[in-house]
């Protein structure tokens, strides 16, 4: 059962409008006006590189490392140095921007980054579709994109699109 003061993430990886936000918003306030609502983007597509110049790494940034940009904002690298498991190249850091939304007349601070790094980063593990244990994007975002390539594949074929037949009499909700 679903709190009536829930804090809920909504994770997306092209950046909202605040029109979008807004629209977003609005719905869910109108099932849980008391709710606490988190948007955060993670942005896979910008140029930032971040090295670690210590003798003992090989001059990247270790996985669960961040830095801060601004007070709702960093840069996560879900990848980077590991002793036990050597990649070539420089790793691709996460940028990480979060908005809350709070009820009306409910004060706050800007978003707990600490909390939103460990977040990310735990939701990086947990690629089941994979034999590598380890994902440098987050599951919300990753499987979100290949749930769209594909749609957008079966859409290009021209016909209709029917699940099977048998997954349409079963419940997907719970």
């Not at 977003?24 to 597509?45: E, K, S």
């Not at 994902?135 to 016909?159: H, N, S, V, W």
């Amino acid at each position: 059962l679903l709190s009536e003061e829930p804090t809920i993430c909504f994770h997306y990886s092209a950046k909202f409008s605040r029109d979008d936000r807004a629209a977003v918003l609005r719905g869910a306030r109108r099932v849980r006006p008391n709710g606490r609502y988190v948007f955060v983007w993670i942005n896979t597509h910008h140029h930032v590189r971040l090295y670690d110049v210590r003798p003992e790494t090989d001059g990247s940034l270790a996985r669960g490392r961040y830095v801060v940009a601004g007070p709702n904002q960093i840069y996560l690298s879900t990848t980077g140095y590991n002793p036990y498991r050597k990649v070539i190249g420089t790793p691709h850091v996460l940028e990480v921007t979060a908005w809350i939304e709070r009820p009306e007349g409910v004060a706050g601070g800007p978003p707990d980054l600490r909390a939103l790094a460990m977040q990310i980063l735990s939701l990086t593990k947990l690629n089941w579709a994979s034999t590598d244990s380890l994902c440098a994007e987050p599951i919300t975002t990753k499987y979100a994109g290949d749930i769209a390539y594909l749609t957008a594949a079966f859409m290009r074929q021209g016909r209709e699109f029917r699940l099977n037949s048998a997954l349409e009499r079963t419940p997907w909700f719970i």
